[in-house]
């Protein structure tokens, strides 16, 4: 494909919609339809050369034991799914301090170590170029409602016989249901 140019379409609150044009190996015009965070994409390196857009926690108990998971009802669906801690990156907030302010803000709890960070990843690379940063660490606390009421979040402690019955009946982001299959099998 060859990158002919990006049309703004629609500015949201959160997100922007852009028309992408290309031209395929034999000629024909293919418009592919987009959204991101990003508001002023004018160029193919505005498409990727950018700074993560959020931050996903996959944390567990100190001891290892238990995974934290958070059920959010995820309005774009309309029902509850299962996912990790995530949230937006703010203007001039490092990884590591979003991290711990998400984490705070949607479980109560407190970031007690980061043990890795797993690189850049796309969240919806269908239709989205937003990017992720998954910081892997361990917190403890007492879990609290989240302080948003735009959010409806129960987050929980699973261990890995739980997550293994949720993922036969529950619904869960991609990223969280492919991360909990492999978790819970260790």
Same mark, same amino acid.
């Given at each position: ?17 852009? =028309? ?23 160029? /193919? ?30 309005? $774009? ?16 907030? =490092?990884? =590591?301090?979003?991290? $711990? ?13 980061? =043990? ?33 009421? /735009? ?26 249901? $492919? ?8």
């Amino acid at each position: 494909m060859k990158f002919k140019g990006i049309i703004k379409k629609a500015e949201g609150k959160f997100i922007t919609r852009y =028309d992408i044009q290309y031209e395929t190996v034999d000629g024909q015009e293919k418009i592919y339809e987009m959204i991101s965070r990003d508001k002023n994409i004018d160029s /193919f390196e505005g498409l990727h050369d950018r700074k993560p857009d959020a931050v996903v926690m996959i944390m567990t108990d100190e001891p290892g034991e238990k995974i934290l998971l958070s059920r959010e009802f995820r309005l $774009a669906p309309g029902q509850w799914v299962y996912n990790f801690p995530a949230g937006l990156i703010d203007e001039g907030e =490092d990884i =590591d301090t979003a991290a $711990a302010r998400e984490l705070r803000e949607e479980t109560g709890l407190k970031l007690v170590s980061i =043990d890795d960070h797993i690189g850049e990843s796309y969240s919806a690379v269908g239709f989205s170029n937003e990017k992720n940063v998954c910081v892997v660490g361990k917190c403890a606390g007492e879990i609290k409602q989240s302080d948003s009421v /735009f959010e409806e979040i129960e987050a929980g402690w699973y261990t890995k016989e739980e997550v293994r019955e949720l993922l036969k009946t529950e619904k869960f982001a991609a990223r969280t249901q $492919a991360y909990c299959y492999l978790w819970s099998r260790n």
